[in-house]
């Protein structure tokens, strides 16, 4: 009786610590390995929090939530705007309006996640920012990157 119970306690502890150490690796350990620094830019109504990359089968993917700074449920107006800044500092991609979503209509924060279109170089910035309803008016209707050196080519 006390093996059994040994062995399934063992077997918990090496369970729990196999979990920790996967979580803590897909989570930060990308801005981490890679040296990505990931910049928020709140506005005045909302807050951006748990902001970070994970890895999938399809490429890097930016998760965040967006919170409203006064509490409150219902939605949350504006929109995400996305910035891929090289080590340089030069601007390389951005998205405007990407997709956020509550859980449900009593949920106080929304999701959003974003795929990343390029590998990512040391010393990459991603810039997460949150414009207010009205603050201005976006490109695009719905998230779609854009690469910004052929937008700026385009002009001329």
Not at 10 to 20: H, K
Not at 59 to 72: M, P, W
Request: with cysteine.
């Amino acid at each position: 009786m006390k093996k059994q119970i040994r062995k399934i306690t063992i077997t918990m502890i090496l369970l729990s610590a196999v979990v920790l150490l996967a979580g803590c690796a897909t989570s930060e350990g990308l801005v981490q390995q890679k040296e990505v620094k990931l910049k928020k830019i709140d506005s005045r109504s909302v807050h951006i929090r748990n902001t970070y990359l994970r890895s999938t089968k399809d490429g890097i993917v930016l998760h965040g939530e967006l919170t409203r700074r006064l509490q409150g449920r219902g939605h949350i107006p504006g929109h995400v705007y996305v910035a891929l800044i090289g080590p340089d500092g030069k601007m390389i991609k951005e998205a405007d309006n990407v997709d956020y979503m509550r859980k449900s209509v009593n949920s106080r924060y929304a999701k959003f996640n974003l795929p990343i279109p390029e590998p990512l170089v040391e010393g990459s910035t991603i810039q997460v920012t949150h414009h207010d309803l009205g603050s201005h008016m976006s490109d695009s209707a719905k998230s779609s990157w854009r690469d910004v050196n052929a937008a700026e080519l385009n002009k001329d």
